[in-house]
């Protein structure tokens, strides 16, 4: 049933003299019967909602992975801010306040009440919910993560944003929902926007049987009184502290490693420090497990396992072998924490490095997927498409020789050092890219000095097992990034190699030390800091090259850049292989994949993507009728510089997911990802000045890859050969766009939410464990 306006609603407009009227209270069809958050209303916010409304980059910081998040609504304050020159309070959901009453003193304010009743609500959840229901056409650009994103605070604020910007309803740019979603919503709203039960939310935050077992077991061995357990808990914590650690059971449920002032057996008593190594501040410190009940994102999720495989192998590397001093503990002196060389000096290198090898795949990912979920300026240092290679542990000097390591102490320190303000005079004088430099040029040489004839093939680790991955495949999609095991793709134009000092930077400059409520000075330096590991990497690969060559690729790397004002700095170290080629980086990388990395992990080159030494890019089909056809059209437009890549170049045109419906009833999946040229990554600002759209290409990859769809296509097998002929033939006309647009689902189309709904099934029947809610923050902004 419907009632009338409240009266109390009328005297407010009439007393609000000449500030903006709040928007009319929104009539609720009042439901017969008490709404089920768990049952009813999360699972719709989660596929209607929690896609853009998850992690940092949520706007407004209203955060809909949990009941706990829409409780706390929104804020106005931004955590992505490029002028803030004082650090944030961290705002960390779970984190950093206890309750609501506590996010309402940190300036959050509800999107979820009402100030009226009697069959109509006004809270801004619904009133945003309503208005796109009155608006449904989108029209424009929309772009969720605007810097100047305009967060309402009240009926008053938001009806003259909503007066301005009449087709910004919710969802931002998307069809409104259905007509019974939007009244399951009212409903919940209306009743009061209740959440779980006391007994069900005990339910959400209590471990199964099976997993409370093993948090037993692990809480065990990470609270051991002894000092090399302890420091052993203290340094594994420091890089798991991201992960979501999925126990060795069948539950398929997610737990985080946390600090607390309590022991296992009694409540969490959280400790709430900005970084993992900080002191804690308490009098004794445990590592405990604490369920994660929020929504599972894609974006956020890097799963770690434990299972009893794992306990072994961390008592091997870290509890047998004997360590470089007597252990014993270490305080949590800021400069000392910040220098994991010098925190956990004790700790033998290879038991360190062995450490992050296992999980080569789990630490990259910390920096490519982790703590920036916004970041174009944190990724513009790196390019579209490279390959990660790694030392063996054997070849690796620093940890055959740990004094290297302590003799270079002071030059491994890092901007983290500095805290979360490191200062004008560190940002102007950079002192750490200095540290940095001076290390590099005496760890080239010392290279030089130990290895006479040079590194092979044996200096590269295969891997010891088949789960692996001692090549790693990174593609960055403009604002996000993803990491993948294999050789994904073409050839990249650069690799890196990557020892264990550098493996260890790369995590705690980026992951571990990064603070994303921090000023615009340390993530400058912070940035700055990793364009010097960059290039690390990469002369490392080509220290395995032939001398003479290897200034040359670099500066076909760096185009329009000079080497020696980067402080390339290539040393003596001779090439430990025989070339046979003219390129031998393709000769390098081919043996190394076919004859050495191949027998140990089972790894082989992209059968859709890599064309091998000879080959070409094959022409178009003139007909398909063999699997082979398809797959020769595919090949056919990955090629460098097809039209529909160079034109199509929009920063949120990089990802897309196809759907192709196959004859015999069944479906195939292909990610579409671009890969753009880059002149140089080597600055940080004027990113669209060192690109060239000709030289642009797209690879076609099997399954879902990436968090952040930038489209969908909808094609059937009948209709590939058009589909290719369009990428291969774009003009961006008339008849291209309308082509285009039977195939591509745009953000206002009615098929949209239906599309994304059958992806996003998909996802999770084919990555039950490592897949999440994907992300439409970033979904190609033009509403046509």
Known sequence: MRSNLPVVAILLSLL???????????????????????????????????????????????????????????????????????????????????????????????????????????????????????????????YPEADDLTCSRNGSELAEYLEKHPNNGMPFGFPPLKREEFDLV??????????????????????????????????????????KHAMTARYIYEHLFLAHVKFGTSTNEFFELVRSGTPPGAPIDL??????????????????????????????????????????????LFIEPEWLQEPHLVGFDPKTSANPFKAFEQIPPRSRYMFLLDSAHYVIMTFIHGPVCKGQIALNV??????????????????????????????????????????????????????????????????????????????????????????LTVYRHFESASVHKGALGN?????????????????????????????????????????????EGESYFLDFLPPETRKGIMQSWYQDTNLEKMNYYQGALPSGIRFSTTDPKREFVEHLISSEINKETGITFDKINYIKSGEDYPAIPLK?????????????????????????????????????????????VVTLVVNRWHNNVAFMLGEDKRLNPLKDNVDFLPGMIGSYPNLFFDIHQDDIPDFIDLIAYFDAGETSMARLAKYGINRSDDRFWETYDWFQKRFDEDEPVRGGLLDLNRYYHKAR
């Open 382 to 471: 790196i390019n579209d498409h490279f390959w990660v290679l790694f030392l063996d542990p054997d070849h690796d000097l620093s940890v055959r020789y740990p004094g290297f390591l302590k003799l270079h102490g002071d030059r491994l320190a890092m901007p983290i050092e500095k805290g979360s303000d490191p200062g004008l005079f560190s940002v102007l004088t950079n002192e750490h890219k200095k540290l940095a430099i001076e290390y590099y040029k005496a760890r080239q040489d010392y290279y030089a000095a130990f290895n006479y004839g040079g590194l092979g093939y044996d200096a590269i680790w295969k891997g010891n097992r088949a789960s692996d991955a001692p090549i």
């Open 624 to 668: 398909y009728e063999v699997p082979d056809d398809y797959l020769q059209g595919f090949r056919a437009i990955s090629r460098p510089g097809t039209p529909f890549v160079a034109l199509v170049n929009d920063h949120n045109a990089n990802l897309a997911y196809m759907r192709i419906r196959l004859k015999n009833g069944k479906d195939f």
């Open 16 to 142: 609000s003299g000449c500030a903006t009227k709040p928007l009319p209270p929104v009539a609720v069809n009042i439901p017969t019967r008490t709404i089920d958050y768990l049952a009813e209303v999360r699972p719709l916010l989660e596929k209607r909602c929690t896609v853009c409304h998850s992690c940092y980059n949520s706007p407004c910081q209203l955060k809909l992975d949990s009941y706990e998040g829409a409780d706390r609504g929104a804020t106005k304050k931004a955590v992505y801010n490029a002028s803030r020159l004082k650090a944030m309070d961290p705002t960390r959901l779970f984190t950093d306040a206890k309750n609501t009453t506590e996010w309402r003193k940190k300036d959050f304010f509800s999107v979820t009440e009402s100030t009226v009743g009697d069959g109509f609500n006004d809270s801004m959840m619904l009133q945003l919910l309503d208005h796109k229901g009155k608006n449904p056409k989108s029209s424009g650009s929309y």
């Open 186 to 227: 009212a409903g919940w709203l209306y009743q009061g926007a209740k959440g779980p039960t006391p007994a069900e939310q005990g339910v959400l935050e209590s471990p199964k049987p099976e997993d409370a077992a093993e948090v037993r077991k692990w809480e065990t061995f990470f609270n051991r009184d002894d000092p």
């Open 491 to 535: 050839l990249p134009r650069t690799l890196w190699v990557i020892d264990y000092p550098l493996l260890e930077r790369v995590y705690y400059a980026l992951v571990a030390g990064f603070d994303v409520y921090g000023t615009v000075g340390h993530q400058l330096v912070e940035r700055l800091y990793m364009d010097r590991l960059r290039i």
């Open 271 to 316: 400790v709430a420090t900005v970084r993992p190594y900080d002191d804690p501040g308490v009098p004794s410190v445990y590592y405990r497990f604490r369920k994660i009940h929020s929504t599972i994102v894609q974006k956020t999720h890097m799963v770690y396992e434990l299972d009893d495989a794992r306990m072994r192998r961390f008592e091997e």
